[in-house]
């Protein structure tokens, strides 16, 4: 069992920046991929970002290329997402999740079984 505590949410401007942050419970942590995903209102959760078990494995949806960056800490079993240059458009409720299955890089929503509560980032324009 994983359970997922995110933080870092919040509302900013255009062009500011924000770093989620997320911390995992349980020994399995340094296995799983690891996924960043968001749901705005009325549109499908999508993955924004994914890293590896390893963190050598990357993936970020085309809109967030160069303005994103995922990363992990295998040690405290965190992983964080830095965003930068936010567009109103990036506003979304933010989910840290990991894959349900070991040693497999996925960004299929439905691949992942464990989810955080969930933080908010509005980007006001």
């Known amino acids: 069992q994983v359970q997922l505590v995110e933080s870092g949410g919040g509302l900013v401007q255009a062009g500011g920046s924000l770093r989620l942050s997320c911390t995992a419970s349980?020994?399995?942590?340094?296995?799983?991929?690891m996924g960043w995903f968001r749901q705005a209102p009325g549109k499908e959760r999508e993955c924004v970002a994914a890293?590896?078990?390893?963190?050598?494995?990357?993936y970020y949806t085309e809109s967030v290329k160069g303005r994103f960056t995922i990363s992990r800490d295998n040690a405290k079993n965190t992983v964080s997402l830095q965003m930068n240059s936010l567009k109103p458009e990036d506003t979304a409720i933010y989910y840290c999740?990991?894959?349900?299955?070991?040693?497999?890089?996925?960004?299929?929503?439905?691949?992942?079984?464990?989810w955080g509560q969930g933080t908010q980032v509005t980007v006001s324009s």
């Open positions: 890293i590896g078990w390893t963190g050598d494995n990357t």
């Open positions: 999740a990991a894959d349900q299955v070991f040693l497999r890089f996925s960004i299929k929503t439905y691949d992942y079984d464990y």
């Open positions: 349980g020994r399995t942590f340094s296995t799983r991929t």
